[in-house]
């Protein structure tokens, strides 16, 4: 088996030292702020099984710096605003990861240490797409 100079684990750690972080029920408490953007960074085949944040704007991973950056051809401009950014995964350490590397480039955020899961044992409100 080969030796990884950092596991996922050692990344996500280092990671939540330099973030914003709040849990699941911090997170609901601002779900009805007109001033806060859920963002969830989950693969589209977990948000249509699990559910969603209503409201929360979807943003893949893989595109996420992409979008951010004003100076890229796939900037979004939902990420052109003053508001207060909470982003999201299943479980906490991909969104970490992502606040991380979004901090590096100059955007502040803040994620769900807990993710969708802690989202969901809070009872937070979840909506399904239907399906057509």
Known sequence: MK???K???SMVAEAKTKI???N????INLFEND???FVDIRDIRERQKLGF???SFHAPRGMLEFWVDPDSPYFKDIFDSDKKYVFHCAAGWR???AVSTLKDMGFEATHISDGFAG???EKGPIEFKNKK
Do not use: Q, R
């Open 3 to 5: 030796k990884l100079n």
């Open 7 to 9: 596991t996922v684990k």
């Open 20 to 22: 914003n972080e709040i």
């Open 24 to 27: 699941a029920k911090e997170a």
């Open 35 to 37: 001033d806060v953007i």
């Open 53 to 55: 944040i209503p409201g």
């Open 95 to 97: 969104s970490a990861l």
């Open 119 to 121: 989202w969901i044992n």
